[in-house]
């Protein structure tokens, strides 16, 4: 797990533009973890996705998962 990371949402009325997690989120808790902040991205990245936090998704359909 990447632990707590914050996750921008770039939206277009409510369809999801852009997922990725937020630098400065990912670099605490690479420190607070001692992994790499690489690894810390992709398993933010892989847990956004897990909760349907994917592009050309529908935003509401994604918090109702």
Known sequence: SAGDVDIKIGLQGDIILSVAPEFESCRR???????????????????????????GERWMEAQDG
């Open 29 to 55: 808790s690479a420190e607070a973890s001692l992994l790499p902040l690489k690894t810390i991205y992709q398993l933010a990245m892989a847990e956004a996705t897990q909760q349907g936090l994917i592009p």
